[in-house]
């Protein structure tokens, strides 16, 4: 988009909707996407309001991601942000959701807390000719029209990292006794990084996968789900929890027992959140997957394509590291959650 220039982006209901190929007939018109929305020097005209429905505050990540989100879509930047924290309940989102087509806001952003359960709501505001971006997390949907575009980690892709760092620095045919941390049920965060793992994993015969259970990516649950472990089987060579929360719950339970994590047991986490580099640092962490939370400015140029109608991609998947003792230091710094 050239610099000075003006553009007099004309966001008709009838275009929008026929670009997300609705019916006409019996559709909500959306009087806001009748205004014209022109793109000056410093931004639109009009501020683009924007419906974001977190799905809680479990975690750091999150924690991270939300600030990303509401650090972007800032008035300065053009937009009117309408944020819902729907504290790990479905129901609210979708009721989160409802409100926002009723506002008849101009986009809808939103974390799904898991992957079943919206084609009804997303149906709704594809009829309402507003546009969904799914951030982070993932749906499945019958018609995947009524998802705009995605943007976030390539989970699979995380859990496969994970079982190849294994691979190569535990080695396939040595005998390890492991145990899972696994993230939200149903969240395509934990679907989609167990999906990963196993698809490496599962060709390893001496990989002795002992249990995978739900921590539900928070602390607490973590160490409790750890303790678990820990009461029911002797001898665990290696953990693969999900996120990092979890493994600082993990932690706390080893260290309770006496257990010297990074050593005794072997840790492999997810996220890369700022305190667990500082472990991978120290030796208690052994790897890392990277999932970044910075998806603000992202979900920014996703809106401002789709608004003004130019060409961007359904997937949007993010560049995403492995982080060690040999190369956390370099990172350390920089990191800011
Ligand atoms: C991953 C994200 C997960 C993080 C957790 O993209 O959905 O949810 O790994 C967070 O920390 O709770």
Same mark, same amino acid.
């Given at each position: 988009?050239?610099?000075?220039?003006?553009?007099?982006?004309?966001?008709?209901?009838?275009?929008?909707?026929?670009?997300?190929?609705?019916?006409?007939?019996?559709?909500?018109?959306?009087? *806001?996407?009748?205004?014209?929305? #022109?793109?000056?020097?410093? /931004?639109?005209? @009009?501020?683009?309001?924007?419906? %974001?429905?977190? *799905?809680?505050?479990?975690?750091?990540?999150?924690? &991270?991601?939300?600030?990303?989100?509401?650090?972007?879509?800032?008035?300065?930047?053009?937009?009117?942000?309408?944020?819902?924290? &729907?504290?790990?309940?479905?129901?609210?989102?979708?009721?989160?959701?409802?409100?926002?087509?009723?506002?008849?806001?101009?986009?809808?952003?939103?974390?799904?807390?898991?992957?079943?359960?919206?084609?009804?709501? *997303?149906?709704? &505001? %594809?009829? =309402?000719?507003?546009?969904?971006? #799914?951030?982070?997390?993932?749906?499945? +949907?019958?018609?995947?029209?009524?998802?705009?575009?995605?943007?976030?980690?390539?989970?699979?892709?995380?859990?496969?990292?994970?079982?190849?760092?294994?691979?190569? @620095?535990? /080695?396939?045919?040595?005998?390890?006794?492991?145990?899972?941390?696994?993230?939200?049920?149903?969240?395509? =965060?934990?679907?989609?990084?167990?999906? /990963?793992?196993?698809?490496?994993?599962?060709?390893?015969?001496?990989?002795? $996968?002992?249990?995978?259970?739900?921590?539900? %990516?928070?602390? &607490?649950?973590?160490?409790?789900?750890?303790?678990?472990?820990?009461?029911?089987?002797?001898?665990?060579?290696?953990?693969?929890?999900?996120?990092?929360?979890?493994?600082?719950?993990? $932690?706390? =339970?080893?260290?309770?027992?006496?257990?010297?994590?990074?050593?005794?047991?072997?840790?492999?986490?997810?996220?890369?959140?700022?305190?667990?580099?500082?472990?991978?640092?120290? /030796?208690?962490?052994?790897?890392?997957?990277?999932?970044?939370?910075?998806?603000?400015?992202?979900?920014?140029?996703?809106?401002?394509?789709?608004?003004?109608?130019?060409?961007?991609?359904?997937?949007?998947?993010?560049?995403? *590291?492995? %982080?060690?003792?040999?190369? +956390?230091?370099?990172?350390?710094?920089?990191?800011?959650?």
């Amino acid at each position: 988009m050239g610099i000075g220039t003006r553009r007099r982006i004309k966001v008709q209901a009838a275009t929008l909707m026929m670009s997300f190929g609705v019916l006409l007939s019996g559709c909500i018109r959306n009087p *806001l996407h009748e205004n014209e929305i #022109t793109q000056t020097e410093t /931004g639109f005209d @009009h501020l683009i309001s924007v419906g %974001f429905s977190q *799905l809680g505050s479990e975690s750091v990540w999150r924690s &991270a991601n939300t600030v990303s989100i509401q650090d972007t879509l800032t008035r300065d930047n053009g937009y009117f942000l309408i944020y819902n924290n &729907a504290r790990q309940k479905q129901e609210n989102q979708i009721k989160a959701i409802r409100s926002f087509i009723s506002q008849r806001v101009d986009v809808i952003v939103f974390s799904p807390l898991t992957e079943e359960g919206w084609d009804t709501v *997303l149906q709704e &505001a %594809f009829d =309402a000719g507003i546009p969904v971006i #799914t951030s982070d997390r993932q749906v499945h +949907v019958a018609k995947e029209e009524l998802v705009t575009a995605w943007v976030g980690g390539d989970m699979e892709l995380e859990g496969e990292k994970a079982a190849l760092w294994m691979q190569e @620095h535990l /080695g396939e045919k040595t005998p390890l006794d492991i145990v899972v941390l696994t993230g939200t049920e149903g969240s395509s =965060a934990a679907e989609g990084r167990s999906k /990963g793992f196993h698809k490496v994993a599962d060709a390893f015969p001496a990989w002795n $996968i002992l249990e995978e259970k739900s921590g539900d %990516f928070t602390m &607490a649950k973590g160490k409790e789900i750890m303790e678990e472990f820990l009461s029911s089987y002797e001898g665990i060579d290696v953990l693969v929890s999900q996120n990092d929360d979890m493994t600082f719950g993990a $932690i706390e =339970a080893m260290e309770e027992r006496g257990i010297v994590p990074g050593q005794d047991i072997t840790i492999i986490s997810f996220d890369a959140v700022k305190k667990a580099l500082e472990m991978v640092r120290d /030796g208690k962490i052994n790897v890392d997957v990277e999932c970044s939370p910075l998806l603000g400015p992202d979900i920014s140029r996703l809106i401002t394509a789709i608004l003004q109608k130019e060409h961007f991609e359904k997937d949007n998947p993010v560049e995403e *590291l492995v %982080f060690t003792k040999d190369n +956390v230091e370099a990172y350390l710094d920089s990191r800011t959650y």
